[in-house]
């Protein structure tokens, strides 16, 4: 058995892209790498690119999942949307950062999601 | 993506249009404002985005960019607000009518609109560099209405706002305020002042001729209550004049104590612990207009003269020569207009009762001195009549008969000399304009955009005439050169004295009703002379 936070991530992932799907959105990558790092989930809305930053946790214990996105990951994250809409020649397109949160129980249901929309903004 | 709106920033009392610019550009969702913004203006993108939202419109998540142009104007203060808010939900696609239009307010978190200070002189200066239609919030209508030729709509909210822009939900021209209506605080009717008759003479002079006045007596002798009394002697203002006092309250957000309107002169008394900024204007950054400034075409009356620092009164100095004050700031000057009647009361001495008939002052000579030397000279060479108010007897003030001399009569005499001096005055002007070629010192002095009329020169009234001018203005019968010449040695007038007593006996010729000053216009001029205290 992997260890239990593999598990918990592999778990919210899934979860994540079902819930993505299920607002009307098309997904168009999963974990996307880089050699700056990667992105959890890219997905279109409307016109809109999206990036997803998706965090799984079981239980609040440790804070919020969202409140885990702190000022170096957000700068990561404007710099992923660059580097990704550059590598897919969607520069012009309109974009966004969403956080997606999910708490998970005991055996691995998501008992909880909270989208935020617009998340990170410019600096 | 682009769109513009059209706001405007002030520079002391004159107006400067501002275009809104907005643009949507690639790139992660913000909203950055600039053009040399202060804080209100930072602040106003967490006002224009919940505002706009809470209107029920949707605010662009895209990268805005909003240009305050021109750029190099300094800017400050939340009428930006609505400006902004067009700017950016034109940028964003809706279809909002801006032609020939302005808009001014601030917004609440909940897109409703809240009054700013200063729109009268914005809506003058925007008037005068074309605009038609002006958009402002509901307190803020009246002013915005006083200017001629130009349409105000008085909006409640934002939303309130883009439905009529948009032609969907029109809102009605605001009406302007109304003329007749006058502040609380009326002043005191003349004929409510028991006794006096000498003081109510000075007064009628005083606001015959725009005349600086001093009034000295104990206390409690009814200094304060007969400086209020000639408030209410003064006559109306001409619409011009109210619209340049109106702009002034404006700008001190003073408004709400005086309908813009109201054609009476303002009354300012403001206590002798006022800052030097509080008084002649100034203040760290923005330079506000002063009480002197405030009290411009009316009555500034100093309470307890002598309790005012010395400082303080020098400040008045350019004020009562100029009629304008000029207050410096590093990123250049403004000059506001301080056209004011300046009416002083003090004890004579500092136990008060010097003079008086019944009661002995117990006041030692240094003290004396030191008392009387507050008031400077160069201050008190404005000041051209001086008049005791003494302590009145029980049979004076609560006589048996009604009023005193109402004020109605007063009012009359002192409107009539009023036009007959401003008319001579001004063909004496004009006179010597045309025979030395040469244009005398502009007085009161507004800071002019392109496209605002500057004002005429300051009211051709008595107490502004000199040297020249003056002796032609009084053109005194021989009888009165004599006695001018008389006086002179027995009471060793100096040059000032002459030229105070001469501008004081012109007046009084004026209520008479004569073209030449006489020796009796001259002679009771002379009494008001009051070098110092016996």
Known sequence: MRPLKDRVGHAGEAAAL?????KGMEVLARDWRSPLGQIDIVAEDGDTLVLIEVKARRGTGFGLPEEAVDGRKRQKLRTLMQLYQASSRRQKQPCRIDVLGLILDDKLQVTRTEHIENAVQDE | MFATALSCALQGLAGIPITVEADIAAGLP??????LTDRAIQEARERVRAAVRNAGFEFPARRLTVNLAPAEVPKEGTAYDLAIALAVLRCAGRDISLRDTAVLGELALDATLRPVTGVLPMARSLR???VRRLVVPLANAAEAAMVEDLEVVAAPSLPACVYHLDGSRPLPPAPPGDAEATAEDDGVDLGSVRGHIHAKRALEIAAGGGHNLLMLGPPGSGKTMLARALASLLPDLTPDESLEVSAIWSLRGALHERPPATLRPPFRAPHHSISRAGLVGGGSGYAQPGEISLASRGV???DELCEFPRPLLEALR???????ITVGRARGSVTYPAAFTLVGAANPCPCGYLGDETRRCHCGLRELQRYQSRVSGPVRD??????PVPRQSYDVLFPDRALDEPAEPVRNRVGAARARQVQRNRDLLDRERTRTGRRRRRTAALVTTAGTTPPRPSSHVNADLDGVLLLAACDPTPAATRLLSIAGDRLQLSARAFHRVLRVARTIADLSGNDRVDEASLGEALRYRGETAR
Do not use: C, H, K, N
């Not at chain 1, 079902?18 to 299920?22: K, N």
């Not at chain 2, 913000?30 to 053009?35: A, K």
């Open chain 1, 18 to 22: 079902a819930f993505v799907r299920g």
């Open chain 2, 30 to 35: 913000g909203f950055t404002i600039v053009g």
């Open chain 2, 318 to 324: 350019q004020p009562l020569e100029e009629r304008s």
């Open chain 2, 300 to 302: 500034l009356f100093l």
């Open chain 2, 128 to 130: 005068a560099a074309g």
């Open chain 2, 382 to 387: 404005r000041i051209d009549l001086v008049v």
